[in-house]
């Protein structure tokens, strides 16, 4: 089984086209600003949609200090991509910095909408946590 499709309904569906398309720059695999839904590609056989709400319906809050979906992206370069970013427009909210309890080094940032979004690059297993080496090399064991 394999993710073929994020969905994100957003309420300023324009806003958000125009950041997946500019500031990430995505390709458009269909759907144009002012449509009802748009698709961009994100990996072989994977796309992110975003879809305008129905009129008279509602898009379910988040709970406050608390996001239900991050966006990662695995990137080679996570400064290089973050500056790249931050030039086209994007406002990140925290890093890059490390996370050894991760793996990661990481960066995020938040679409119009407010989605959270992340920017990710594996750290060398070096940095990685005690805690994260050891829980990797029992997988490897199993």
Known sequence: MAISQVRLVVTDFD???????????????????????AGFRLAEGASLTLFR???????????????????????????????????????FVSGPADYPEWGVRAAQFRDPAGNLLELASPLPISLWSETLREAAHRLEQT
Do not use: N
């Open 15 to 37: 806003a958000c086209f125009r950041f997946y398309r500019d500031v990430m720059g995505l390709h458009i695999l269909w759907g144009e600003e002012g449509a009802q839904y």
């Open 53 to 91: 709400p129905q009129p008279g319906t509602t898009v379910a809050e988040t709970v406050p200090g608390q996001d239900r979906v991050v966006l990662i992206f695995s990137v080679e370069d996570l400064d290089g991509s973050v500056d790249l970013l931050k030039h086209s427009g994007a406002r």
